[in-house]
């Protein structure tokens, strides 16, 4: 099971800064003779564009967010995935508001769970009161309910739905 990037909002993002960028463009030519002014703007316009690049091929390639295979848990933002082995299991909880997967770690310490950015994501979620380990879907076309699904038909890990 799969969770990809979403089209449309990348879209957007895209078209806003291309958008940016063309009016920092037209700032910068309307005012040539300033040339601080100017360089300011072509400065402003050539980060708008290259982000508005970065966004589309984002857009275009959706690149895969959350896997649910046969090695784990993969997830993107932490490019990393986490092996069953390291998974106690796998709830779904309601956090500040929110219904969220929280991937429980093994009492055993795995190495993948102390890679930095395993931990720095892990104590900055504790920080601010969600889970250890949130699987964040709110940038993808995938659903809670069907990565639920995924990791419950694996049979791998203990699945509670504490909602």
């Keep these: 099971m799969e969770a990809r990037a979403r089209f449309l909002p990348l879209a957007g993002l895209t078209a806003l ?22 360089g300011i703007a072509l400065t402003a ?13 984002r857009a275009l390639l959706r690149p895969v967010m959350v896997r649910i ?17 390291a998974i106690a299991r796998v709830e779904r909880v309601m956090a500040l508001g929110n219904r969220v997967l929280s991937i429980v770690p093994n009492d055993g310490h795995h190495a993948v769970l102390a890679e930095r950015p395993v931990m720095m994501t892990m104590a900055a ?26 990791v419950r038909d694996t049979g791998r890990v203990e699945v509670i739905d504490r909602t």
Excluded: C, H, Q
């Excluded at 800064?17 to 100017?38: D, E, R």
């Excluded at 295979?69 to 082995?85: F, N, V």
């Design 17 to 38: 800064f291309l958008a940016l960028a063309g009016g920092a463009g037209y700032f910068a030519w309307l005012n040539w003779g300033n040339a601080l002014l100017s």
């Design 45 to 57: 316009a050539a980060s708008m564009a290259l982000l508005g690049v970065l966004f589309a091929r």
């Design 69 to 85: 295979d046969a090695a784990g848990i993969y997830m993107k933002r932490l490019d990393t995935t986490i092996p069953w082995d």
């Design 125 to 150: 979620s504790e920080r601010i009161g969600l889970p250890a380990l949130v699987i964040d879907l709110s940038s993808t076309d995938g659903r809670a309910a069907d990565v639920f699904a995924a």
